[in-house]
Structures are given as C-alpha cells and as structure tokens.
Nanobody, 118 residues
Framework: QVQFVESGGGLVQPGGSLRLSCAPS????????MGWYRQAPGKQRELVAT???????NYGNSVKGRFTISTDNAKNTVYLQMNNLEPEDTAVYYC????????????WGQGTQVTVSS
C-alpha cells in the first residue's frame, strides 16, 4: 500500500497562486504515472494533470495554460503549480500514483482542500 504526504492547499483569492506537493511512501521511480485529480461538491472526480516517469505531462482542458505539474526526483515529490486560480478551481485535490506492473493499480492520497474565493 502506498501512502502520501500532501500539502499546499488553502484559501486564495481569484487570480492567485498555490503550489500543491505530494510525496509518496515509495520511490517515485517505481511509479509509472503520478497525477492530480480533483472533486468539487456534487461533481465527479476529474483529471487535473498527470506526468509519466519519462516526464510527459497531460492536463485537463480546464487547467491548460494555468497549471503545471512537475517532479523533483531527489525529493521524491510531485508538485502542482496553480496560477491564475478561478472560483471554479475550488475542490478537494487528490494525489494519485499508478503502477502498471504486474497489473494496473491506483493509489490515492487523502486529499487537500483548495478554495478560491474573494
């Protein structure tokens, strides 16, 4: 079982920035894809961003151009830099780790709240 240390959520005004951090309990080299998903009240969980262990990033349409996902292998941490935040970005953000071998499986963090409000 993989566990995570997530941090960086909070309250920010529209147009502001936050950076989320997620450190898995296993080596990031053993994880095929790291990512962030979010879930707003009454809505389904949706993709925010993912990054492969080869460095390829993928973003949800609503955050393209505003959010950036990155990894620091030395710190065994994945980051989500969120700029120009909008009220619609308000949600619980979940860190995710996906492994493909010997079979596909997902691990989830406990989530961190991001609230964008004036």
């Amino acid at each position: 079982q993989v566990q995570f240390v997530e941090s960086g959520g909070g309250l920010v005004q529209p147009g502001g920035s936050l950076r989320l951090s997620c450190a898995p309990s296993i080596s990031i080299y053993s994880i095929n894809v790291m990512g962030w998903y979010r879930q707003a009240p009454g809505k389904q969980r949706e993709l925010v961003a993912t990054i492969t262990n080869g460095g390829t990033a993928n973003y949800g349409n609503s955050v393209k151009g505003r959010f950036t996902i990155s990894t620091d292998n030395a710190k065994n941490t994945v980051y989500l830099q969120m700029n120009n935040l909008e009220p619609e970005d308000t949600a619980v953000y979940y860190c995710n780790a996906r492994q493909f071998n010997p079979y596909s499986r997902d691990y989830w963090g406990q989530g961190t709240q991001v609230t964008v409000s004036s």
